[in-house]
């Protein structure tokens, strides 16, 4: 039988998980040596089609070709040993092991460890050269940046002899610019006849670099395009199954006096590492305040302490009245009570409570209201009446308050999340990642709600690794890395590639934007 | 019924069920293990446990003390704390009863005395709790290590004081002088006496009636305080705890304290209650016990009610078949604690993907 | 020779006789804690394989048989474990505690079924158990000050299972520093994503953990009983389970630093026991529940972190559940 260059070739590949039909008779055809980019919103499916081919979970139907070889995995040993490597959204690392031994993992080739480090040692250096991937291979992966974090995940895929290299989101964690050199070491692979398959929910990169996109939505695949001949609105018209405004209309920003206004900032995290220094900025009434960066750069430890959850051990954050220092710490308890809310960044664990009911959900951090309570007694059908409140008002669906909190969409939980914060009328809103992980419907939802607190005249800030939520809401935007604000912008002077220079700090010193000009 | 309901059902009530069924049926097998024959053995055991007046007198008593350490265990689980310490807590809270009674002025009411010596039980009780928990919240020692290790040194407190310190003047045997009349909590069989019924001979006491108000209070706290909010948030989220405004570290200390002071309880049954002074090894197997009943019961009190009725009946009719049958020593009711744990604890979720397949599949 | 000198020594030869067990029984644990499993378990195990060793060892009438069913019912405990903690994704601490209660249970019952007694095995005599071994050149090495003694009272005259409890640790590191296995190990433990998908079973790595813990829990009971002593009494592992776990997290799994905590126990334990029946000033004669209580509280002084904090592997008590 002649050899087809067809890589891979899954045929109504089906998986479900409990009800969620999560892919649904996929068929999809990857030719070799090209660059195939999967697209769709979140929950389309993407990640799970990828798990399947990647042998870490087993489709309940279908058929999957690996060079034209019959293919069924139980685990991602199949998979490896067929040529299929992975480079997941979050890393598949032990973090206290060394390069060397992360990278070995599980292809050891013997029993004592010492040969089969130098043996690795030799063959990684070869691949790292040849592919630009260079890295340190003795220190602790936990020790180096994302960036070269991502280089070991993809040399652990080539050490184990991936002939497909599949990376899934591999940008969300990526400045601009580093994402450039990310695809520059695509293009080297694929000269090198490596098959890649790159999971995205970003247009722009599909266009820049895909040779082929297949789009997903809903958990079926609906379209195949070659890149040249198609462009983003068609491609994001299929993802979503309706035309897109991809871009939010709204007013100019009235904004008033500064409602939080932070000095000179320094702040540890719960493990002891400081992750903010020097850090000022002011919040305004009626405007909305972004503050962009790469993921792991301080944002989300200052979120913390805005929110009342970590200390400050250096400066002071005015606020409404009240002023916090390292000698005067202020609860997320406190906080609330003078008006300040606080939508975290990771709703599943900090958010919300998934065994709780809907009203318990919808209670926490506000359980001591003198409304619900009257002396001891913890007043339930109050607690329910202000669920259903919160519900109607920020259109949760199913309106039952009853309902477990994880049995929600992610949208309709993050609704509900908004709903407890906003609905209190509070001064001051922190809010961290609104829009990770939701559908479109939702996503365009909670992005109206922000403006309209905005225009109601509150202060906000909002912390978001996605930059272009970031630059289609805010009205002033602050840029962090490692810890510190390198950039302050306009949002309608704001450009990309400006942005990315701040996030990863690599704009000559004369461009920075100091205090002084805040 | 919509699949959320089923899935409560089953999560609820026939899992437990199930769980509860198979660890009856291990238990028949070490049965035969031993050479007894399982059918006789249930036979004996029930007709112990509630075939004549004095044996459900004997059941009763028994599960009064299975539901103050089943309370405590559950309060402490719905924090996400695990307490083992429950034999030790028992221990000392039965020494704060009983010293209550040793040294208040006997010409006191009663009802002044009885109150004060629940108050003895729970303050002592708590105190045994409060420093595993605080090594737990501020040092992070872990709590199952320390609260062992408290049972021990209670058990080596007790002997010392028993022995040395509180052992009545003249007397051989390691235990303390007679509490007063004014300390001793009634006999049901002496109230219903009093009311001209006649019932059997048995330590069922008023403590039964203590323990129910208990339950009462640990139902009304757990939710349908702002408190008992605080402590099963921080049970399931640590993180949304402290978004919360909870102070996890406070939940963990205030939680053990009110899980040591139930356990603390016991000796309001057993020694106001029955024994009438302070002796050795009165907690024997209670605290663990309260583990296998919270978690029969999956920590709510109505459950735990139910649990604990469920081992005072195993233990009132192991000790009768103990007493019955050459083979059977009462250690048999520690196999069975045992078994329930590991069946209801352990492999809780063993039936529950086939009970999900055929009970609330999804359809498709 | 010096009476203070002789003293420290034979303390010395007690505490290397009383730490055995917990040798034994925190190996074991290191093994499971390593790999994410948290094994509360250990006391029961070492309980059961105490009685089961005194009881094959009267029966058959050899040490060598009671050391090996010992082995073998630990074994089965171990794996009741596992079942319960990796297969159906139970509560770890609470399975443990199950045993240890279903094997407190179990030996009164099977002492009463067996033997007929309360909670005690026949009285094994001779060569029924480990006996201690003289090493060779112990008249002749004799002669020489201080290292005679030494030599005669310290390092010979210990019964076979001491020295393997010793040569144990050093086994230990190696296997968990040096091979395949040890890597893949500690990965599981830290991050058993990382493992899972690196082609390996998570679940086969956790109950091979399980598996040698119980082989080394069963060497540990069967020391007790027909080692150390004589037969099988009730409760007589009296928390030394719990004790080596107290050991484990103090020595930060790491083998030796583990076997110094261990042998810091058995020390002090065994100081303990030398100042029954001493009167100390202004305290007069120390009770005998307070030297029983040494071990208890020490454990939670250690534990109290006098120590720094100790960080268990990343992944321990959680069961593995495969969702990105």
Known sequence: MAKSNIAIELTDVDKHFGAVHANDKVSLSVKSGTIHGIVGENGAGKSTLMSILYGFYQSDSGQIKVFDKEFRATSSKQSIEAGIGMVHQHFMFVDNFTVLENVILGSEGGALISESLSKARIELTRLAKEYGLEVELDVPVESLSVGMQQRVEILKGLYKGAKVLILDEPTGVLTPQESDELFRIFEALKKQGVTIILITHKLREIMSITDYVSVMRAGKMVAHRQTSETNPEELAELMIGRKVLLNIVRTEAKSGDPLLIAHNLEIYNEQGIKRVSEVSFEARSGEILGIAGVTGNGQGTLLKALAGILPLSKGSIEILGETISPKRHLNPQELRNLGVAHVPEDRQKMGMIADFSASETALLGYQNDKEINQGVWLKRSSVKANCESIMEAFDVRPTNPDLKSSNFSGGNQQKLILAREFERDPEVLIIGQPTRGIDIGAIEFIRKRIIDMRDAGKAIILISVELEEIMSISDRIIVMCDGEITGTVDASDADEATLGMMMANALPSDKKITEAQL | MTRDRRLSWINGLLLPLFNVLTAFLAMAIVFILINVNPIEATKVLIYGAFGYEEGIGYTLYYTTNFIFTGLAVAVAFHAGLFNIGGEGQAYIGGLGTALVALYIDPTLSAWLIIPLGIFGGLLFGAMWAIIPAYLQAYRGSHIVITTIMFNFLASALMVYLLVHVLREMGQMSPQSKDFPDSAWIPFVHEVFAGMGIKIAQSPLNLSIFIALIFSALVWFFLWHTRWGFAIRATGKSNDAAVYSGINPKKIIVVTMCISGALAGLVGINELMGVQHRLLLDFNYGYGFGGIAVALMGRNHPIGIIIAALLFGILYQGGMDLAFEMQNVSRHIIVVMQGLVILFCGGLEYLYRPLLIRFLAPIET | ?324
């Open chain 3, 1 to 324: 020779m010096n009476d203070l000198l002789l003293n420290l020594i034979l303390t010395l030869d007690a505490a290397f006789r009383v730490c055995v067990p917990l040798i034994f029984a925190s190996m074991a644990g290191l093994f499971a804690e390593r790999s994410g499993v948290v094994d509360i378990g250990l006391e029961g195990k070492l309980l059961m394989s105490a009685f089961i060793a005194a009881s094959a060892a009267s029966v058959f009438g050899s040490p060598w048989i009671g050391l090996l069913f010992a082995i073998f019912a630990s074994c089965i405990f171990a794996m009741i474990h596992g079942l319960a903690s990796i297969t159906f994704k139970g509560n770890q601490i609470v399975s443990g505690v199950a045993i240890n209660i279903l094997a407190s249970g179990l030996t009164m019952i099977l002492t009463l079924a067996w033997f007929n007694s309360g909670g005690i095995t026949p009285n094994l005599q001779g060569n029924e158990r480990f006996l201690s071994i003289t090493l060779p050149g112990v008249d002749i090495i004799d002669y020489i000050p201080i290292l005679g003694v030494i030599y005669r009272e310290l390092i010979s005259g210990h019964n076979v299972l001491v020295y393997l409890a010793f040569a144990t640790v050093p086994l230990v590191w190696w296997v968990v520093y040096r091979t395949r296995f040890g890597l893949r190990l500690r990965a599981v433990g830290e991050n058993p994503k990382a493992v899972d998908t690196a082609g390996l079973s998570v679940e086969g790595l956790r109950f091979k953990a399980l598996l040698i813990g119980g082989i080394l829990c069963g060497i540990g009971g069967a020391y007790i009983a027909i080692a150390h002593n004589a037969q099988f009494t009730k409760e007589m592992t009296a928390g030394q389970g719990f004790i080596a776990l107290a050991a484990l997290i103090f020595g930060k799994w790491h083998p030796y630093r583990v076997l110094a905590a261990c042998f810091l126990f058995g020390f002090l334990d065994a100081l303990a026991v030398r100042l029954q029946g001493v009167v100390l000033p202004a305290i007069g004669e120390v009770p005998v529940q307070f030297i029983e209580a040494i071990p208890y509280l020490l454990t939670v002084i250690l534990l109290a972190g006098f120590i720094g904090k100790a960080i268990p592997p990343k992944a321990s008590a959680q069961p593995y559940i495969k969702e990105l």
